[in-house]
């Protein structure tokens, strides 16, 4: 069975840079499962911050960047802003219409 | 703009069944592959099932496999998810989700619904 593994949970100071990282637990992450993440406000449906590794969504600031770091998916916040406080969820495609979400990291901005 | 509005959630007992619908607008629905994406309260994402554009291809995570049917109707531009056998584990929001992919390069959820929540309890 595949696991998809995230922090659960993360702070960085406002201003600050913070990367959350997506991997599995066999194996290495590439480019190959088309890497997506997104944004949960408590309490709202999740929205679409990156995909395929490294494309903001329509919309997205350009302080979220996505990428590859060793052997995981990573999304780099630069310049953390008060409202960047949320959960985030990585999902990696394993192909023939299955898809994996990872456990969620919960980011504190203080 | 895209809109996705789930419908047909509520309270059933164990063992029961229940039919969710996400009503599609702005998009070319027919022209989409679309999922259901569920979130048990307090806990993360789980994606649950995925249709092509035609009915044909249908997936389905390994633990609803067999009790759930996903479907959709295209002249209608509506998707179901019609759920059996249903457990108290399968207590959630079930969110609807506009997949945008280009086959061999990215596959990911660009839209979601606000969904519509099941409650499994007797």
């Known amino acids: 069975q595949t696991v998809v593994t995230q922090e659960p949970s993360f702070s960085v100071s406002p201003g600050g840079t913070v990367t959350l990282t997506c991997g599995l637990t066999?194996?290495?992450?590439?480019?190959?499962?088309?890497p997506s993440w997104y944004q949960q406000i408590p309490g709202q449906a999740p929205r679409a911050l990156i995909y395929?590794?490294?494309v903001r969504s329509s919309g997205v600031p350009d302080r979220f960047s996505g990428s590859i770091v060793g052997n995981k998916a990573a999304l780099t916040i630069t310049g953390a802003q008060a409202d960047d406080e949320s959960d985030y969820y990585c999902?990696?495609?394993?192909?023939?219409?299955?898809?994996?979400f990872g456990g969620g990291t919960q980011l504190t901005v203080l | 703009d895209v809109q996705l509005l789930e419908s047909g959630g509520g309270l059933v007992q164990p063992g029961g069944s229940l039919t969710l619908s996400c009503a599609a607008s702005?998009?070319?629905?027919?022209?989409?592959?679309m999922s259901w994406v569920r979130q048990a309260p307090g806990k993360g994402l789980d994606w649950v099932s995925t249709?092509?554009?035609?009915?044909?291809?249908?997936y389905y995570t390994d633990s609803v496999k067999g009790r759930f049917t996903i479907s959709r109707d295209n002249s209608k531009g509506t998707l179901y998810l019609r759920l059996d056998s249903l457990r108290a584990e399968d207590t959630a929001l079930y969110y609807c989700?506009?997949?945008?992919?280009?086959?061999?390069?990215?596959?990911?959820?660009?839209?979601w619904g606000q969904g519509a929540l099941v409650t499994v309890s007797s």
């Open positions: 395929n590794t490294n």
């Open positions: 702005g998009f070319t629905f027919s022209a989409n592959v």
């Open positions: 989700a506009k997949v945008s992919r280009l086959i061999g390069t990215y596959f990911y959820f660009d839209s």
């Open positions: 999902s990696l495609y394993m192909g023939s219409g299955v898809s994996v």
């Open positions: 249709i092509g554009t035609t009915p044909i291809n249908t």
């Open positions: 066999s194996g290495s992450v590439s480019s190959t499962y088309s």
